[in-house]
């Protein structure tokens, strides 16, 4: 089905406005300025036919039409450090970035990939990681054209878990620092994690864990951390173009919503930090001010909950879209809030009204999509997870999030994470295998009030694994990570791995 929208809505402007004889000269007046270019197609076809609920497979499973290449894998490919030497790559590959080429930007481009570790590697260090490599577009496929290169971390202490983060407007990479850690023997785990316990830059090695840390993909070099970014589990950042301002997630529960202005665009060396708070009748909100000295920087979430911030339940990816900003909130089963309340803390307009068993207990078995105005500061609920209608499908606990446009046509792409796997998360035979399975979603954003329904199951991940770093390449071809599947898959995909999809039209 196809909507022809532009020419459309001109001629019904005229047809509804004046007399009959001015009607008809608008009408006549509109037809003649109308031009192919001013007439946009929407197609409302679907992009793909949707795959089936598979819970079973040790293999990424795709639409017909679509295939899959893996371009680098953990441990399988080599890593080359900075002194030539060469190591097997680190796993658990998350945030996917396409930085392109200056001369050639829709052929050829660098890859950065981050790795979500924390274990000891007395050879590319010990904790979180990042490569990066070349790619280029030959004969209408996507090509590996260099080694894949180390990003060394130690200038800066090293880093622990890099999750999500994007591309600045300077094109450098801010990578996310998703760390738990508030001691020093949480990261040394015993002699496995960060066996470098000394401090760096005045900071216990746990007060340096859990920033923002800018690379420069292009000599593999890190920046710097932003320490005035705040500590907290750091999952995703969002740069905006005019290079003024940075929204933050915080995947905690409770955890806040942040956002940071620079004092001079693109200088995300200094600036100020706030935090979210929405207002009693949800339809605004207020950014709190946070105190910028180290330690309220170190403790930003305990200081902005007591100033009164609103409290989420686990927040993931953001992406922009058309100005707003949607944003992944996953949920967590069965929790308290009590203490946070206490403190100052506030609740959601949509947990209050929908949410609440008691006053400061809360069960969010499946997690949600949030859309959220910067204009109005309005945070609202555009998609609730759960059970799909006429089905014992769900959909739960949305994790990365990218976007794509198909044929005139916006669509949020959203990966699911599912915080484990009982309560109709996958099958009953598949719980009772105790098996971890998740599915990548299309939504169309042209859809008012959109309902689970509206969702396009475009594939299912090998068993244990959760899809990331999902992104679309100049020719529409998608990349994703395969992160952490099971070992005992008996596919090429039983390691974490970064695969290219190819078969969508532009």
Known sequence: MKFIVSAFALFVLAACTGSETEREAEVITLDSIVTEEMIEVIDTTPPFIQVDPIFDSQDLVLPEGFTYRVIFQEKTDLVTRADGKKFPAKGNHDLSVFIPDEKAPETKGLIYISHETKYADPNLGDGGGATVFGIELIDGQWQVTSDFDHVDFAPVGYTNRNCGGSLTPNNTVFSCEETWAWNTEALYRGGEGHTDTSWVNGLAVWQNMGYVVEVDPRTREVIQKHYKLGKFVHEDALCTPDGKTVYLTDDMSPGIFFKYETFTPYDYSDGQLFAYQQTEDGESGNWLKLPMDTISLIYCRDTAIARGATMFIRH??????????????????????????????????????????????????????????????????????????????????????????????????????????????????????????????????DIENPSRADLLRFCVAPIGAETTGVIFLPDGSMLMNIMHPSTRNNSKLNKSSTVIVEGFKK
């Open 316 to 445: 993931e990816w953001i992406e922009e879209v058309n100005g707003k900003l949607y944003i992944n909130e996953t949920g967590e089963d069965s929790f308290s809030w009590a203490r946070s309340i206490a403190r100052g803390g506030t609740v959601p307009n949509y947990m209050r009204e929908n949410l609440a068993v008691g006053e400061t207990d809360f069960d969010d078995t499946f997690g949600r999509v949030l859309e959220f105005d910067p204009v109005t500061n309005k945070m609202s609920v555009l998609l609730e997870g759960g059970f799909i209608e006429d089905s014992l499908h769900c959909f739960s606990n949305p994790d990365c999030n990218t976007s794509v446009r198909l044929n005139g046509r916006d669509y949020l792409v959203l990966s699911e994470d599912i915080n484990w796997y009982s309560r109709g998360r996958v099958s009953p035979e598949t719980e009772k295998r105790r098996l971890m399975v998740n599915e990548i979603y299309f939504l169309p954003l």
